[in-house]
């Protein structure tokens, strides 16, 4: 199959739908019900907030957006295209151009420099030409230009954050998903965040954002509750 951006039909179809899905986890043989019969769709420049309690569903929810897991029923659609029919090596090909990933935990290797962790994601799927170029740019956007050269371990809880960011954004993705990406940070540093994520959809990305913050609230186009396995629409 191929599942080249370009010969997605954008246009036609919301970039995500998510339609009846179910998804369980195995805990032995019993199956442990977390998400029953839910249905999403997220229209191209959407600024998306999922909110929730704790254990609700919503990273559930956020890594099948995400490509990072399949649900037990129903169907995830991505530019139209089902997941369910693809190989584990085409989804992870769709992941690594289609979407954008941030954690709350930030997720960057210790090891490598915010550049190197920064170019991470165009070893495997590069849409750009030049990508130290652009991971450079990346990182001068999110007001990291002296601190390319750091490692995680000299870097605070919002530049690191700020690294995972651009990381997420060096392949141009149709869609940036955040999961909790202010949850370990103080309120200063987690407002800054929230603000580079707005931003970015006020320029037409697509951005999905499960959240605590009340904030987001008044900037998003939509905030959606998941509530005891179900959306709950405002
Ligand atoms: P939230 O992000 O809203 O806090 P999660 O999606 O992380 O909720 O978790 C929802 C429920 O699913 C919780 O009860 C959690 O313990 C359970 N759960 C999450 N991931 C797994 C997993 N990999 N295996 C088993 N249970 C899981
Ligand atoms: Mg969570």
Request: charged fraction near 25%.
């Amino acid at each position: 199959m191929n599942i080249n951006k370009n010969s997605l039909p954008e246009n036609r179809y919301p970039i995500v739908e998510v339609s009846n899905v179910r998804k369980s986890y195995m805990l032995g043989d019993m199956e442990v019900p977390v998400l029953s019969g839910i249905n999403l769709k997220i229209e191209k420049g959407e600024l998306l907030a999922i909110m929730g309690p704790s254990g609700s569903g919503k990273s559930t929810l956020m890594n099948l957006i995400g490509c990072l897991d399949r649900p037990t029923e129903g169907q995830v659609l991505i530019w139209g295209k089902d997941l369910h029919s693809m190989s584990d090596e085409e989804l992870a090909h769709l992941r690594g151009i289609e979407i954008g990933f941030v954690f709350q935990t930030f997720n960057l290797v210790p090891r490598l420099t915010a550049l190197e962790n920064v170019l991470l994601p165009t070893f495997a799927n590069s849409r750009s030409i030049d990508p130290q170029k652009r991971a450079t740019e990346l990182l001068k956007l999110m007001g990291l230009q002296d601190r390319m050269y750091h490692k995680p371990g000299e870097l605070s809880g919002g530049q690191s954050q700020r690294v995972s960011i651009a990381r997420a954004l060096i392949n141009d993705p149709s869609i940036l998903l955040a999961d909790e990406p202010t949850g370990n940070l103080d309120s200063k540093t987690g407002s800054e965040i929230l603000q580079i994520f707005m931003d970015l959809n006020n320029e037409g990305r697509t951005v999905v954002i499960v959240t605590h913050d009340p904030e987001i609230a008044k900037y998003a186009d939509r905030v959606v509750l998941v509530k005891d396995g179900e959306i709950q629409y405002n």
